[in-house]
């Protein structure tokens, strides 16, 4: 069992940026694969995947939306994983949730299913 607890979120303007903190306690967050998702505000808006870390860390996977703007890293001494936001866009208001996933294959990623924890988000609103 793990508790995650998100924080770091705010009202940003575009092109600025925010780093996400997900603090893991109970279980240690290294037993895990650890991912980003996020809800958009509106009807119909469904929970989209953005990034994931391995175990050690070494293994990424980004949603194309934000490869090249976006870094997940984790702190695993700490139990600890970011999500580092840069040259945010409008489009990228959401409420950003981490969760943790004890599955291996890297196939699974970008699969909220296979994830088993999840916390209960942070806002993150970018402003045009």
């Known amino acids: 069992q793990v508790q995650l607890a998100e924080s770091g979120g705010g009202l940003v303007q575009a092109g600025g940026s925010l780093r996400l903190s997900c603090a893991a306690s109970?279980?240690?967050?290294?037993?895990?694969?650890m991912g980003w998702f996020r809800q958009a505000p509106g009807p119909g808006k469904e929970r989209e995947f953005v990034?994931?870390?391995?175990?050690?860390?070494?293994?990424?996977y980004y949603a194309d939306s934000v490869k090249g703007r976006f870094t997940i890293s984790r702190d695993n001494a700490n139990n600890t994983v970011y999500l580092q936001v840069n040259s945010l866009k409008p489009e990228d208001t959401a409420v950003y949730y981490c969760?943790?996933?004890?599955?291996?294959?890297?196939?699974?990623?970008?699969?909220?299913?296979?994830?088993?924890?999840w916390g209960q988000g942070t806002q993150v609103t970018v402003s045009s």
């Open positions: 109970g279980r240690t967050s290294s037993s895990y694969v």
């Open positions: 990034a994931a870390s391995s175990r050690s860390g070494s293994s990424t």
């Open positions: 969760a943790a996933g004890a599955f291996y294959s890297g196939s699974y990623y970008p699969r909220q299913d296979r994830y088993n924890y």
